[in-house]
């Protein structure tokens, strides 16, 4: 066990902190710890006005706040001065816009890659060089890690990316399944149907592991507080989703929402899906086992 008194947090650092898990991570924080001003938050993003918007919709007073906003580009010479910081890596291109959008699929994969994989190198690289490392590095892989396809590989390198961090720093992988809150993009896809009365009905082997937003951010807090066991030599991985059938998540959702209403099915078959997501389609098939995910393990922190 980290021992607390020794490793109080004074800064924890957001990486991407304009994206889907960034802004909610921003407004879980402050909604929990809006007095704590013995921490700072140091928010890194390209897209500052995305963040001041997401204030300002949810009336977040952050002149108040103990953050600042930095460019990228200042990284290295800010890491210099930060004590007892953490870093929350949730850069990378959206995969959903890269795999919907009307680039080429080679093109897409490198939006989608190398703003991991090449990002984190650079950061973890000016860690290094400046000497100054975190308490805990935490990045947010999948649980596509777990299947065949090609997909996994990448996965695997973008991981151990952080094992240049060696002993000097906790190596925190989360390998979410499909991140569920009323703004995620799965759900705003089968709303689209919901909307015409279509109930769309996939392959029956189609898996669909997903996790809580909520609950990710809870077991980010508790890391924060330093209440899981960790181990500096290696890798420690949280498995953080509930594994279920897609068609069957589908069925939850319009029993929850629509329990009266009449909706007509629309199948959708392989070819359609792996002409939007190919790899990433496949990589979504993963044989059914137990014993994967530890998220009531976590939770119960």
């Known amino acids: 066990m980290i021992d607390y008194s020794k490793k109080n947090i004074n800064q924890i650092v957001v990486l991407g902190s304009s994206g889907y898990l960034g802004l909610s991570f921003i407004k879980y924080y402050f909604n929990q710890f809006e007095s704590n001003k013995n921490i700072s938050l140091i928010l890194f993003s390209s897209n500052y006005s995305k963040i001041l918007e997401f204030f300002k919709l949810n009336n977040i007073n952050y002149k108040n706040l103990n953050l ?79 299947s065949d396809s090609k997909i996994s590989d990448y996965f695997s390198k973008w991981e151990n990316i952080l094992n240049l961090l060696k002993n000097n720093s906790y190596k925190i992988v989360f390998r979410l399944g499909v991140v569920i809150d009323e ?38 807090i508790n890391l924060i507080n330093f209440k899981y066991k960790l181990s500096q030599e ?35 078959s392989d070819y359609l899906m792996e002409l939007f997501f190919r790899d990433y389609y496949k990589a979504m098939f993963l044989e059914y086992r137990n014993d994967f995910s530890n998220l009531k393990e976590y939770l119960k922190n």
């Open 183 to 220: 703004n995620s993009s799965w759900l705003k896809i089968l709303n689209y149907f919901f909307k015409f009365n279509l109930k769309p009905v996939f392959n029956s082997n189609l898996s669909f592991p997903y996790i809580y937003m909520n609950d990710v951010l809870k077991v980010i």
């Open 68 to 146: 600042g906003f930095y460019k990228y580009s200042e990284f290295k010479d800010l890491v210099k001065d930060f004590k007892n910081y953490v870093i929350l890596n949730f850069s990378g291109y959206n995969i959903f816009k890269a795999l919907f959008s009307l680039y080429n699929y080679s093109y897409k994969n490198k939006l989608i890659w190398d703003s991991r994989i090449n990002f984190t190198s650079k950061i973890i690289e000016s860690i290094i060089e400046v000497g100054n490392y975190p308490v805990f590095f935490l990045l947010p892989s999948a649980v596509w890690i777990y």
């Open 234 to 268: 290696e890798l420690n991985i949280f498995d953080l989703f509930i594994y279920t059938k897609f068609n069957d998540f589908i069925n939850f959702i319009l029993k929850e929402k629509y329990p009266y209403k009449k909706f007509k099915s629309f199948y959708i």
